[in-house]
């Protein structure tokens, strides 16, 4: 506890000299800034998710905990399948917060939106997906890529860049000449049905998030081979982000989201795969409780989650490089236009 407690003053120190990612409408506090009696009515808060996967463990946790209505909210989930129908749903108002990759705010912001997306929370730290080949590869290595057509989801969204820098960085080379040993990086499939797509004959390989891939697994369709995050290393994968504008009007709405998801950080970090999935299985009563305790311990494996809401400058500048390398970029986002980490260091501070 003291090593936490001196880090994060540390942290909050730094910010202060710096002026990274701060809102002035909401103080550094203590306490949980809104917190109502069960009688009264809870705030409804939409949450609009990039897809339903138990990469997002600590969001189910905190659903299934009750610490959102601890935190006097109401939340909803729509499923939106891929950043790009997220981002539209939160810019359309249909819901108020977005679970997606910060790419999506990248974009929108450096392409002139006058009310754009902020990223107060992350939640994962590198990529969820698992590579799934057709014929069972024990000794698979990234370099076996070449020559191979992987339906890889849609482009300019980050499985598919991240796919794509990992492929690259194993010295395969990415383009639709398989023959000669070019990687085929397929982005016609859409993102919610790749899975049927490889199961119905499409691509050697297919990256696919759980419990997907599990399932196709069992299907006897495709078999794991690795893990994308394990290889790709650190990145922003997934945030929660809010309209500037509904940040402005709504802070203590979005500090109470924030401690809630903290709260489900802190748990997952704290337990073992099998007590988080026996508390995460009313989200995903497709699977058994043995698979999906081994589908948590996947994402343990290879340190998925954050284990809290702080979003640093150098994740952030390591996607725009992914991003830049995709070819997706040509304008970066100033780290403090996009990111505002001041939610993230009250719901800590709540903590100490």
């Given at each position: ?11 909050i120190?730094?910010m202060a ?5 701060c809102?002035?409408?909401v103080a550094?506090q ?10 009264e ?6 949450i609009?998710?990039v ?5 997002y463990?600590?969001?189910?946790v ?9 935190e ?5 989930l729509l ?6 129908k ?15 990759g910060p790419e999506?705010?990248i974009?929108v912001?450096?392409q002139g ?5 902020i ?10 997906s698992?590579?799934l080949?057709?014929?069972?590869e ?11 057509d992987i339906?890889g989801?849609r482009k300019?969204?980050v ?6 820098y ?13 023959a000669?040993g ?11 049905v790749?899975a049927g797509?490889f199961?119905g004959g ?9 419990p997907?891939a599990?399932q ?10 690795a ?5 790709s ?9 809010a309209l ?6 709504n802070?203590k709405?979005?500090q109470?989201f924030?401690?809630?998801?903290y709260k489900g950080?802190?748990f997952v970090?704290e337990?073992d795969?099998?007590?988080i999935?026996?508390?995460i ?5 497709e ?5 999906l ?5 996947r994402?343990?494996?290879?340190d998925?989650?954050?284990s ?11 996607l ?21 980490n001041?939610f ?5 501070l709540?903590?100490?």
């Open positions: 506890m003291k090593l936490k407690r001196t880090l994060l003053y540390t942290l120190t730094s000299i710096v002026g990274v990612g809102t002035p409408d550094p203590t306490t949980t800034e809104v917190s109502q009696d069960a009688e009515e809870l705030i409804v808060v939409n609009a998710e897809t339903h996967s138990v990469f463990a600590p969001q189910y905190a659903i299934e905990n009750g610490y959102f209505e601890e006097g909210l109401e939340v909803t499923g939106a399948q891929g950043a790009d997220t981002m539209a749903s939160l810019l359309s108002g249909e819901v108020q917060v977005g679970l997606m999506a705010s974009y912001y450096t939106s006058p009310d754009y997306a990223n107060f929370a992350q939640l994962t730290k590198r990529d969820g698992f590579l080949s057709r014929v069972e024990p000794d698979f290595k990234f370099s076996d890529l070449s020559g191979a339906l989801g300019g969204g499985p598919f860049m991240t796919l794509e990992v492929v690259q960085h194993n010295g395969v080379k990415i383009g639709e000449d398989v000669s070019e990687a085929n990086v397929r982005s016609d499939i859409a993102f919610d790749m797509a199961i499409e691509g050697d390989y297919v990256t696919l998030f759980e997907l599990t196709v697994e069992q299907s006897g369709a495709g078999y794991i081979v893990s994308i995050g394990a290889e290393g650190e990145i922003p994968y997934t945030a929660y982000s500037d504008s509904y940040i402005e009007d802070p709405v979005i109470s924030t401690n809630a998801i950080q802190q970090a337990n795969a099998s007590t999935a026996e508390v299985s009313p989200q995903f009563t699977l058994s409780i043995e698979d305790t081994t589908v948590v311990q994402y343990k494996d290879i998925a989650w954050n809290d809401p702080f979003m640093t400058e150098q994740s952030l500048d390591m725009m490089n992914v991003m830049e390398i995709a070819g997706e970029l040509d304008v970066r986002a100033p780290f403090d236009a996009i990111v505002d001041q993230a260091i009250n719901a800590m709540d903590d100490l």
